[in-house]
């Protein structure tokens, strides 16, 4: 059982025959019972700061937990976020590789046939040319045996009209002699 100020201050003691000097006890009394009561009130004072302090620490125990708990999922998210940026990042290389490849195969494809095409037209454009030149040749022959025709009948008129004109000179002299 517990002493309280009250009891020392109310404790009355029995009274003897050469007793302790009632003054002097009841003083002492006294001083005990306030530094009873000052080390009660302190007690208190210390109790509610205790209280606060594990309020404080309990609030702060559940704080560091809320903390720990968002910082886990945090985590798992970044870790979570990465991974889905890594796939995406792999889907889109591959589509990309798939789509380049795609592109190069047409590539490859409109090349070949632009050659193959640009080779006909070199085929068509000699068979053309050396069809013109054969043509070319042809008429230039055809010219010159023209002109050589033509060379040799003027020329062979020239002769006759030579020969005629002699002969009709020559009758001409010859009448003018007679």
Do not use: P
Not at 124 to 132: C, I, Q, S, T, V
Not at 135 to 151: I, M
Request: proline share 0%; glycine share 4%.
């Amino acid at each position: 059982m517990a002493i309280t100020v009250d009891d020392i201050r109310n404790k009355a003691f029995g009274r003897k025959v050469r007793g302790y000097n009632e003054i002097e006890v009841d003083e002492f009394l006294d001083r005990t019972a306030d530094a009873l009561k000052t080390a009660q009130d302190r007690s208190r004072e210390l109790e509610g700061q205790l209280h606060a302090t594990a309020e404080q620490l309990a609030y702060l125990k559940g704080l560091e937990t809320t903390l720990r708990d968002t910082l886990l999922t945090a985590q798992r998210s970044a870790d979570d976020t990465v991974a889905t940026a890594q796939v995406r990042a792999q889907q889109l290389t591959a589509s990309a590789q798939e789509s380049v490849a795609a592109i190069q195969a047409e590539a490859s494809g409109r090349i070949e046939a632009a050659q193959k095409q640009a080779e006909e037209i070199i085929a068509k454009a000699r068979e053309e040319a050396d069809r013109l030149l054969l043509e070319g040749q042809e008429k230039a022959e055809e010219q010159r045996s023209r002109c050589k025709a033509e060379k040799d009948a003027h020329e062979a008129f020239r002769q006759k009209a030579c020969e005629m004109l002699s002969a009709h000179l020559a009758d001409l002299r010859a009448g003018e002699s007679v």
